[in-house]
């Protein structure tokens, strides 16, 4: 099991740019998450799913979207960057039932 | 809403000493709670967690007790060791009265440790 993978793992994007980070996981698992992670601060939930077809807001789903077309991939997109979105992502997943969330390796994103 | 607040960080300690990270929260409902560790450049990874009141988790000589008096969930380890220089991250989610949350959890800021050797 590769578990959950996320690419890329650095990006540099300038302001207006749109890009999608993408994650997968191997572990049919129905729960994703998306995370952001600034500096000195807690992750706080951008977007989650609860299967194929269902997302839902998190705490800080401006500028974002995202889509869940398959149980395993759950891309992030960013339509319009923002220096604000400056951050490291984190994508997670889960099973039903057990709650505890399995994180990708992360996606350092830089918006100049 | 649910919120966690871990103790200000950083913390340095030197090898073998002994490890408290205090962990607080607030929540509505039922919530689980969990300590995360991150290590350089890694993501996060479940260190250990507990569901419900009393409840002791425990993993790797770290452990943290469910206490609803108290509304905490300390992280002790009795010795540390360099290898444990992360981040800690104290986490709940909160089932809600109708028994439910999706699995999504609510973070504390993170707590810097740095053991010495």
């Known amino acids: 099991n590769a578990g959950v993978t996320q690419t890329p793992k650095f990006r540099i994007l300038k302001i207006g740019q749109s890009m999608t980070l993408q994650c997968t996981q191997d572990m049919n698992h129905n729960y994703m998450y998306w995370y952001r992670q600034d500096p000195g601060m807690g992750l706080k939930l951008i977007y989650y799913?609860?299967?194929?077809?269902?997302?839902d807001k998190g705490e800080v789903p401006n500028g974002y979207n995202v889509s869940r077309s398959t149980t395993e991939d759950f891309p992030l997109r960013l339509e319009l960057a923002a220096p604000s979105q400056t951050s490291v992502y984190f994508c997670?997943?889960?099973?039903?039932?057990?709650?505890?969330?399995?994180f990708g390796p992360g996606t350092r994103l830089l918006v100049l | 809403g649910d919120s966690v607040t871990q103790m200000e960080g950083p913390v340095t300690l030197s090898e073998e000493a002994f490890l408290t990270i205090n962990c607080t929260y607030t929540?509505?409902?039922?919530?689980?709670l969990f300590w995360y560790v991150q290590y350089p450049g890694e993501g996060l990874q479940l260190l250990l967690k507990?569901?419900?009141?009393?409840d002791k988790g425990s993993n790797k000589g770290f452990e943290a007790t469910y206490r609803k008096e108290t509304t905490s969930f300390h992280l002790e380890k009795g010795s540390v060791q360099v290898s444990d220089s992360a981040v800690y991250f104290c986490?709940?989610?909160?089932?809600?009265?109708?028994?439910?949350?999706?699995?999504?959890?609510?973070f504390g800021q993170g707590t810097i440790l740095t053991v010495h050797p």
């Open positions: 986490a709940l989610s909160d089932r809600g009265a109708g028994g439910t949350s999706y699995g999504k959890l609510t």
């Open positions: 799913s609860v299967g194929a077809g269902i997302t």
């Open positions: 997670a997943s889960s099973q039903d039932r057990e709650w505890t969330q399995y």
């Open positions: 929540a509505t409902g039922y919530p689980s």
């Open positions: 507990a569901t419900k009141a009393d």
